[in-house]
Nanobody, 129 residues
C-alpha cells in the first residue's frame, strides 16, 4: 500500500524541540517534493514548510521562520521537520503531503488546495506546560 507516514509528534513544553519525520511506504520519496501542513482545533489547515525534490528549494511560513528547519535524507527516503523554540500556538496535527511536480515549493509554501499525490494521516504536536 502506497502511503506517507508521519512520526515524531508528542507533548513538549514551551521552548522545547521536536523532530517530525515523513516517510514513504511502498515507494521512495526521492522524486517528490514534500510539504508540511498543520491543523489546529477549529482552524483551517495551513502550510508550514516545503522542500523541493532536489532539496535546493525550501520555504517556510512566516510564523515558523527561524524556528523550524526542513530537510531530507535521500538514503532513508525521509523528510524531517526540526521544530525548535516551540510555542503553544504550534499545537496542531501535523501532516505531510507529497507531489512529483517539479514546480512545487517554488517561491512559497504551496496551498492545501493543491491536488497532492499523497497525504499522510498526521501526527499530534502539543506544546504545553
Amino acid at each position: 500500500q502506497l502511503q506517507l507516514v508521519e512520526s515524531g509528534g508528542g507533548l513538549v513544553q514551551p521552548g522545547g524541540s521536536l523532530r517530525l519525520s515523513c516517510a514513504a511506504s511502498g515507494f521512495t520519496l526521492d522524486y517528490y517534493a514534500i510539504v508540511w501542513f498543520r491543523q489546529a482545533p477549529g482552524k483551517e489547515r495551513e502550510g508550514v514548510s516545503c522542500i523541493s525534490r532536489s532539496a535546493r528549494r525550501t520555504n517556510y511560513a512566516d510564523s515558523v521562520k527561524g524556528r523550524f528547519t526542513i530537510s531530507r535524507d535521500t538514503a532513508k527516503s525521509t523528510v524531517y521537520l526540526q521544530m525548535n523554540s516551540l510555542k503553544p500556538e504550534d499545537t496542531a496535527v501535523y501532516y505531510c503531503a507529497a507531489d512529483s511536480a517539479y514546480y512545487i515549493c517554488s517561491g512559497s509554501v504551496p496551498p492545501k488546495s493543491y491536488a497532492y499525490d499523497y497525504w499522510g494521516r498526521g501526527t499530534q504536536v502539543t506544546v504545553s506546560s
